[in-house]
Structures are given as structure tokens and as C-alpha cells.
């Protein structure tokens, strides 16, 4: 590749510095180790003037939702709430681009905007875990991966933090060979380069199902059972063990108990539904197993200390 690769940076509001950050380093270093520019970026944002990111540090651009030349490579750079600011200039900018066969990507919770626009349907990708159940819920068409990134597919996409690194130094070696990749690497003192393969967090299931299968199977079935508890004893039935031997191996193990692991479950999956959706708090019961909103609510409070409504407000 002789020819300068333009990577265009769009800068969502509250976006991820973090993941922005490691997108950049990792084209200015293999630019530094080239000793020419293999790559250049620009910085766009709605308003064209500048993009304010998680931690309050404001980031000037260099232009707004203009269109780009055929070559530019466009990535979506998203961070928390991101469905606030996920607007229909920015949707219509996104699928005027594409219809002009502009290649375009997301990280971190970018993956949320690509498939708001609708780009995803029937696609893999990769978006950060703690968007996870608000995006299978908004957007089932989706195949949603756990993967570190998706490069694989017409858009690419990566989960956030260090794995936006790795996608890019996949980038990097694609473009420009292994071996440049690998210095990019040694550059940022990072020796743990991952695959696209490789999940985004050790799971509970994984942590504890390695010392014990039966603990990985018995969350294994609590996860795929949230709509619909299991009771212990239905727990136990499954993993064809009695049910004193599951309170002793989750005693062991957890340092809890089967129905207290249950419904923490629950209401981290609940929480996250409330802080990254405007879903009916109605709904959001039903969806985490809860027959009746009243005891949702009571639930809620004694876990984390204040009611499904005022974590709402808190957010508006």
C-alpha cells in the first residue's frame, strides 16, 4: 500500500476517550516506526466545532458530517449514552455515506449506532459488554459477539477500550504485515494482542467452570434462564445432583447461594436495561423475570439502594 490510508473519526458525544486514544496511538506509532505516513486522520463531529467525551475533556475536530472522499475509512467513536445522542442528522449522514460506498466502522458502543441505521441486520459485531442486553433487546437481528473486535464483516467492529488496539493493529498487519504490527505493539508495551476470537471479560461461567463443571453449567443454565428463573430444586434436577450438593457447591465456589446468584443476575441485567434504554420499567420486570413491578421495585431498592424510577430520573 503506497498511498496514505485517511481514517475519518467521528466523535459521538460522551464518546470513550479511552478507545479513541488507542485507535489513534496505534496509526501514529506505525507511522513513527515506518518513517513515513502510512496513515492519516481526521476528527468530524456533529457540530463540526468539537466532541466532549466521557471524562468531561473536550476534543476540537476538524469538520462536521460533510461527506468524505471514496478512500476515507469512517469509524464511529461512541461511548455512554449513547442512545441520547444517536439523532437522525447522524443516522441520515451515516447512510448517505454508505450509499456512496464509503467503508465504515464503529468502536465501542459505536456498534449501537451502525445498527440503529440499520447496517447490521443479519451481521456479527462486536460492541462493549455493558451494552450487551440493551442491544440484543433493541436489536435481535443483530448476531452479537462477545469477541474482542469484528473485522471480518463489511463493517467492522470493536468492543472498546484495548480491544479497539487490537483491531487496529489487526488493521495495521492486514495493510502492512506482522511485523509492523508486532513493533506497534512492543511500542505501546502491550503483549497480550488478541484475536478477534478472543472474549471481552474472563465470564463468570468460564472463571468458575474450569474448577468445576457443574458450577459452569449450573450458570450457564442460570443465564440462558433469566425471563424465567429456574428454582434450585429445577436447578439441581438439571445437573442431576440433589439440591443440598448445589448449595454447597455454590457455597464453595461463590461464596453464595443459588437463589441469591439468581436474582443479583437479575437486577445487574435489570440495571443495565434502565441505565442504556427508555424501555418501560414495566418491561424491563417482565424481561428480568419479574412477575409484578411492586416487588421489582422492593427488590431493586434493598439491592442498590434506590428504586427502578429514581435510577431513571437520576439519568434525565
Not at 472522499?69 to 439523532?87: E, F, Y
Not at 449506532?113 to 462486536?126: C, I, P, Q, S, T
Not at 453464595?256 to 442504556?276: D, F, G, W
Request: charged share 25%; net charge positive; hydrophobic share 40%.
Amino acid at each position: 500500500m503506497s498511498q496514505a490510508a485517511n481514517f475519518v473519526f467521528l466523535l459521538v458525544e460522551e464518546f470513550t476517550h479511552l478507545a479513541f486514544s488507542n485507535a489513534v496511538e496505534s496509526l501514529r506509532i506505525a507511522n513513527l516506526l515506518a518513517g513515513r505516513d502510512l496513515y492519516t486522520w481526521r476528527l468530524a463531529s456533529a457540530d463540526g466545532r468539537s466532541a466532549t467525551c466521557s471524562n468531561g475533556a473536550v476534543t476540537l475536530v476538524d469538520q462536521g458530517l460533510a461527506p468524505l472522499s471514496r478512500d476515507d475509512r469512517l469509524m464511529v467513536v461512541s461511548g455512554i449514552n449513547v442512545q441520547r445522542h444517536t439523532k437522525p442528522e447522524l443516522l441520515r449522514y451515516l447512510r448517505g455515506e454508505r450509499a456512496r460506498g464509503i467503508q465504515i466502522g464503529a468502536i465501542c458502543s459505536g456498534a449501537y449506532v451502525l445498527a440503529e441505521a440499520g447496517f447490521l441486520d443479519g451481521r456479527r459485531a462486536a460492541v462493549h459488554w455493558e451494552f450487551h442486553d440493551v442491544f440484543a433487546e433493541r436489536f435481535p437481528s443483530v448476531n452479537l459477539t462477545k469477541s474482542v473486535f469484528v473485522a471480518d464483516e463489511k463493517f467492522v467492529t470493536a468492543s472498546g477500550g484495548a480491544a479497539v488496539a487490537d483491531l487496529m493493529l489487526h488493521m495495521i498487519a492486514r495493510d502492512h504485515g506482522r511485523d509492523l504490527a508486532a513493533s506497534v505493539a512492543d511500542q505501546m508495551v502491550y503483549n497480550a494482542v488478541r484475536d478477534g476470537s478472543a472474549t471481552q471479560k474472563v465470564s463468570m461461567r468460564s472463571r468458575y467452570g474450569l474448577r468445576n463443571s457443574r458450577v459452569g453449567e449450573a450458570i450457564r443454565l442460570i443465564e440462558e434462564n433469566v425471563e424465567s428463573p429456574l428454582s434450585s430444586a429445577e436447578l439441581a434436577r438439571r445437573l442431576g445432583i440433589s439440591a443440598r450438593q448445589l448449595e454447597r457447591m455454590f457455597e464453595r465456589y461463590l461464596n453464595t447461594t443459588p437463589k441469591r446468584y439468581v436474582m443479583e443476575l437479575r437486577l445487574h441485567r435489570a440495571r443495565n436495561l434502565i441505565v442504556q434504554s427508555d424501555r418501560a420499567l414495566t418491561d424491563i420486570a417482565m424481561a428480568c423475570g419479574f412477575v409484578s413491578t411492586s416487588h421489582f421495585s422492593k427488590v431493586y431498592r434493598d439491592h442498590f439502594g434506590n428504586t427502578p424510577g429514581s435510577q431513571r430520573s437520576i439519568l434525565n
